[in-house]
């Protein structure tokens, strides 16, 4: 398993702002990503953050707008930038990290953000 | 695309009951399935994770089976307590989606009360 924080746990931004949330993991884990959980809504993968590479994005979701860093093997950064109100959600970084190709994904505790 | 499907989308029992919680999902190219549990404003915790070979794996209370060819999962609680109220979440791990190697695609999930 793997235990994995974030920062922050939440926060309220004003429109047209940028917001950095940190995610630090306990070991040291090749693949992490990031999701967005929007209000009464499931969970939709952003991106894959690699060390070493670009993330990879999914559809609807775009560099520009959501900025990853994964300077190493236990941390990563995802920026929502240039803030909307449509952009209050919970952001949650997850690692896979249940052994060897088992491909079982943990999660941190969430970072939610309001956008007024 | 895969859809993942849960059933029901709410469920109020009392205290000791068995319960079932269902979910169905589209595509059957699945590498294995994870049930996760999530509080409210909280991130998720893994309870129990099944490759795509097995046919069911259990944790203490929780006992959760998979029928692939089917495309449907179980998740089954027994003896249901108040520290059971939370929303569950069924996800399988798709090979064919995503820009990354495999995407976690999640239901809705059902939310669950159990009452003293």
């Known amino acids: 398993s793997a235990v994995i924080s974030q920062k922050p746990s939440r926060d309220i931004c004003q429109r047209g702002t940028s917001l950095t949330i940190q995610c630090q993991v306990d070991s040291q884990v090749t693949m992490m990503f990031w999701y967005r959980q929007q209000p009464g809504q499931s969970l939709t993968l952003i991106a894959t953050?690699?060390?070493?590479?670009?993330?990879?994005?999914e559809s609807g979701f775009v560099i520009d707008k959501f900025p990853i860093s994964r300077p190493n093997l236990t941390f990563s950064t995802l920026t929502v930038s240039n803030m909307s109100p449509e952009d209050s959600s919970i952001y949650l970084c997850?690692?896979?990290?249940?052994?060897?190709?088992?491909?079982?994904?943990?999660f941190g505790e969430g970072s939610r953000l309001t956008v007024l | 695309k895969q859809e993942v499907t849960q059933i029901p989308a709410a469920l109020s029992v009392p205290e000791g009951e068995n319960l079932v919680l269902n979910c169905s999902f589209t595509d059957s190219a699945i590498y294995n399935l994870q049930w996760f549990r999530q509080d409210p404003g909280k991130g998720l915790t893994s309870l129990l994770l099944?490759?795509?070979?097995?046919r069911e794996q259990t944790s203490g209370r929780l006992n959760a089976s998979l029928d692939k060819s089917s495309g449907r999962s179980t998740l089954y609680i027994a003896a249901s307590q108040p520290g059971d109220s939370a929303t569950y979440l069924c996800a399988p791990y798709c090979m064919n989606y995503g820009g990354s190697q495999g995407n976690l695609i999640f239901g809705k999930g059902t939310k669950l009360s159990v009452k003293p």
């Open positions: 997850s690692v896979e990290a249940g052994g060897w190709n088992t491909g079982e994904l943990f």
């Open positions: 099944i490759q795509s070979s097995q």
């Open positions: 953050a690699n060390q070493g590479s670009e993330a990879t994005y």
